[in-house]
């Protein structure tokens, strides 16, 4: 691996904590990756030609620090309090706190969702605004004007950085940035692949740091679990042709057994701490079922339907609604579930949801009914957010028409 090469994984797996430090010494998110960014630039000039140190986080923490402390003497930014601070030399490194302050900052509810997660993934990820423009296939002005804008608004709202007092509370925003990341990862909403695995690979590390500084909180480990036992299919769902292949299609044996037994295991801590599961840790749970099926037709169906009974009590959703009444059609049959799809077609939140029409499509199937599903799959398709997934329901609702006009025209079928 050449030096180049290295001080980028370096800065990767240390950049998160420096700027935690240097954050917490000027006060300032945006102020501090300038100067961690600063100091990447120093390790890029010297350490080709003087050799990467031993220590290259403390060579980092040491550098930034120095430039902190003549970036404030510079600016006369904060009080002497703050220089004497950044001058201690007994206060070094980087505390759990810090990092915390950091995620907790990079997530603030002031800023919006986007904002939130190109932050996130520059700040806690290491990523340079070309690669978060690569990961969202977005031009790197605009992630660019993104970051920027966040770390503005940052610092005009005065958000302390701090672990928050009401840490439970600003939790969950926390674990939406971390989802949402691993989300467009999961389903890309562009670009040619179904899955962008580097965001999705991306997430489930944040995740993963946040069960390390957060031990007592069940949330982070569902997360975690959720994620890696998704992830777990991924060379499942799709083929070497780049086609989507449904969950009951798949070969569970390319299901990745060592994301599963790591999912699982943290589904396991989040129970054994002894507190109520909240919304990831049951759509973990759900996600388990699954993972501990041998086969989509041994599936437990019944007790699926009875974890999104409990997800839609203590998270209300229409889309949660939806998957249920996929679980009910295996569960109870195809009646029940037409049934369970008339409070989600009532939903206005719905009304332009491709998945709805796809979903009762299949139901109507079940039932034999198969010109209302050609008509739903038509809706869904109109409604389709990636010409990916148009193609895969106008490639159904053609399989579907010409199957009614074979058996339309096949003596004896009339």
């Given at each position: 691996?050449?030096?180049?090469?290295?001080?980028?994984?370096?800065?990767?797996?240390?950049?998160?904590r420096?700027?935690?430090?240097?954050?917490?010494?000027?006060?300032?998110?945006g102020?501090?990756e300038?100067?961690?960014?600063?100091?990447?630039?120093?390790?890029?000039?010297?350490?080709?030609?003087?050799?990467?140190?031993?220590?290259p986080?403390?060579?980092?923490?040491?550098?930034?620090?120095?430039?902190?402390?003549?970036?404030i003497?510079?600016?006369?930014?904060?009080?002497?309090?703050?220089?004497?601070?950044?001058?201690?030399?007994?206060?070094?490194?980087?505390?759990?706190?810090?990092?915390l302050?950091l995620?907790?900052?990079?997530?603030h509810?002031?800023?919006?969702?986007?904002?939130r997660?190109?932050?996130?993934?520059?700040?806690?990820?290491?990523l340079?605004?070309?690669?978060?423009?690569?990961?969202?296939?977005?031009p790197?002005?605009?992630?660019?004007?993104?970051?920027?804008?966040a770390?503005?608004?940052?610092?005009?709202?005065?958000?302390?950085?701090?672990?928050p007092?009401?840490?439970?509370?600003?939790?969950?925003?926390?674990?939406?940035?971390v989802?949402?990341?691993?989300?467009?990862?999961h389903?890309?909403?562009?670009?040619?692949?179904?899955?962008r695995?580097?965001?999705?690979?991306?997430?489930?590390?944040?995740?993963?740091?946040?069960?390390g500084?957060?031990?007592?909180?069940p949330?982070?480990?569902?997360?975690?679990?959720?994620?890696?036992?998704?992830?777990?299919?991924?060379?499942?769902?799709?083929?070497?042709?780049?086609?989507?292949?449904?969950?009951?299609?798949?070969?569970?044996?390319?299901?990745?057994?060592?994301l599963?037994?790591?999912?699982l295991?943290?589904l396991?801590?989040?129970?054994?701490?002894?507190?109520?599961?909240?919304?990831?840790?049951?759509?973990?749970?759900?996600?388990?079922?699954?993972?501990?099926?041998?086969?989509?037709?041994?599936?437990?169906?019944?007790?699926?339907?009875?974890?999104?009974?409990?997800?839609?009590q203590?998270a209300?959703?229409?889309?949660?609604?939806?998957?249920?009444?996929?679980?009910?059609?295996?569960a109870?049959?195809?009646e029940?579930a037409?049934?369970?799809?008339?409070?989600?077609?009532?939903?206005?939140?719905m009304a332009?949801?491709?998945?709805?029409?796809?979903?009762?499509?299949?139901?109507?199937?079940?039932?034999?009914?198969?010109?209302?599903?050609?008509?739903?799959?038509?809706?869904?398709?109109?409604?389709a957010?990636?010409?990916?997934?148009?193609?895969?329901?106008?490639?159904?609702?053609?399989?579907?028409?010409t199957?009614?006009t074979?058996t339309?025209?096949?003596?004896?079928?009339?």
């Amino acid at each position: 691996m050449s030096v180049e090469r290295r001080i980028e994984a370096i800065w990767r797996m240390e950049s998160a904590r420096l700027i935690a430090s240097l954050a917490r010494l000027t006060r300032d998110v945006g102020v501090a990756e300038e100067i961690a960014q600063d100091a990447f630039v120093a390790a890029l000039e010297q350490w080709p030609v003087e050799g990467v140190p031993p220590n290259p986080g403390a060579w980092l923490q040491t550098t930034g620090r120095h430039k902190a402390i003549d970036r404030i003497r510079r600016d006369r930014m904060r009080d002497d309090r703050q220089l004497l601070a950044a001058s201690d030399p007994t206060v070094s490194g980087t505390s759990d706190d810090d990092l915390l302050a950091l995620i907790f900052t990079a997530c603030h509810p002031v800023l919006a969702r986007e904002a939130r997660t190109a932050l996130t993934l520059r700040l806690l990820g290491g990523l340079s605004t070309e690669e978060i423009a690569r990961a969202y296939l977005k031009p790197p002005a605009t992630i660019g004007q993104r970051i920027s804008r966040a770390k503005r608004t940052l610092a005009e709202a005065k958000v302390p950085f701090e672990t928050p007092a009401d840490k439970a509370e600003r939790l969950p925003a926390v674990l939406e940035v971390v989802y949402l990341i691993f989300t467009e990862g999961h389903a890309a909403t562009s670009g040619d692949g179904w899955i962008r695995r580097d965001l999705a690979e991306e997430a489930m590390r944040l995740g993963r740091m946040l069960t390390g500084l957060l031990p007592r909180e069940p949330e982070p480990y569902g997360l975690v679990a959720l994620m890696e036992l998704q992830a777990s299919r991924f060379r499942a769902r799709v083929t070497r042709e780049g086609e989507q292949v449904l969950l009951q299609n798949q070969d569970r044996a390319r299901w990745d057994r060592t994301l599963i037994r790591h999912g699982l295991s943290a589904l396991d801590r989040a129970i054994a701490l002894g507190r109520p599961l909240g919304p990831y840790s049951v759509q973990a749970a759900i996600a388990a079922c699954h993972a501990r099926a041998g086969s989509f037709e041994t599936t437990d169906w019944e007790a699926i339907v009875a974890l999104y009974d409990a997800l839609a009590q203590i998270a209300p959703s229409p889309v949660v609604l939806l998957n249920r009444a996929v679980a009910v059609l295996y569960a109870d049959g195809p009646e029940a579930a037409l049934n369970a799809m008339d409070a989600v077609r009532a939903d206005p939140r719905m009304a332009r949801h491709h998945l709805v029409g796809a979903v009762r499509a299949d139901i109507l199937i079940a039932l034999g009914r198969n010109a209302e599903a050609v008509d739903e799959l038509a809706g869904a398709a109109a409604l389709a957010p990636t010409e990916r997934e148009r193609d895969l329901l106008h490639d159904r609702q053609r399989r579907i028409s010409t199957a009614i006009t074979t058996t339309a025209t096949t003596p004896g079928t009339r």
